[in-house]
Antibody, heavy 126, light 106 residues
């Protein structure tokens, strides 16, 4: 059974750095057909894609947040870590990690998120 | 970056109805379009990937079509458990952007 679980602080102060850990089980972070994404959802609002890390440590970031984000993985611990600097109350929301599955088609590689972790609610407040 | 626009933002329907949700990409994304269902207080779950591929375990009343910039998710014969928020996501190029969601209400 594949599971992902987010952990980290539920309350951070403005200007602090948020560090979230995604612990995965049921698959290997070395698997070339899989990656991990981080996403978030402010209360009552849309999902926002933040970052992903793919095989061979290929990373990608949300364009408007890329100067604040860092993603890394520890394969031996089966963990993916997201760091977001200079936190602001506007960053309040539920943060999710999710496995990225790849399907290698003839002309393209298709990707989708399955499954997702349960999410962690993070509040930014002094 | 590719922008994703969903419509409508909310939709009221009854059990047994057929509903269609639309997602439009700001540029061609082939069939790199996924649909997720999210119930209140829960994480999203994929229902359709690669525009028209039904996720294992998802009822066949769900169907997806589209290629390029215009996509639809159709639910034929709504069941009580289908009332949720639906999100589209493109995975053609990073960043893998989402639409703003469609809330399907009874």
């Amino acid at each position: 059974q594949v599971t992902l679980k987010e952990s980290g602080p539920v309350l951070v102060k403005p200007t602090e750095t948020l560090t979230l850990t995604c612990s995965v089980s049921g698959f290997s972070l070395n698997n070339f057909k899989m990656g991990v994404s981080w996403l978030r959802q402010p209360p009552g609002k849309a999902l926002e894609w933040l970052a992903h890390i793919f095989p061979h440590d290929v990373e990608s970031y949300n364009t408007s947040l890329k100067t604040r984000l860092s993603i890394s993985k520890d394969t031996s611990k089966s963990q993916v870590v997201l760091r977001m600097t200079n936190m602001d109350p506007a960053d309040t929301g539920t943060y999710y990690c999710a496995r990225v599955l790849f399907f290698f088609g003839e002309l393209s590689t298709y990707k989708w998120l399955d499954p997702w972790g349960q999410g962690i609610r993070v509040t930014v407040s002094s | 970056d590719i922008q994703m626009t969903q419509s409508p933002s909310s939709l009221s329907a009854s059990v047994g109805d057929k509903v269609t949700i639309t997602c439009r990409a700001s540029q061609s994304i082939g069939s790199h379009l996924n649909w997720y269902q999210q119930k209140p207080g829960k994480a999203p779950q994929v229902v359709m990937y690669s525009a028209s591929q039904l996720q294992s375990g998802v009822p066949s009343r769900f169907s997806g079509t589209g290629f390029g910039t215009d996509f639809t998710l159709t639910i034929s014969g709504l069941q009580p458990e289908d009332f949720a928020t639906y999100h589209c996501q493109q995975t053609y190029s990073s960043p893998h952007s989402f639409g703003q969601g469609t809330r399907l209400e009874i």
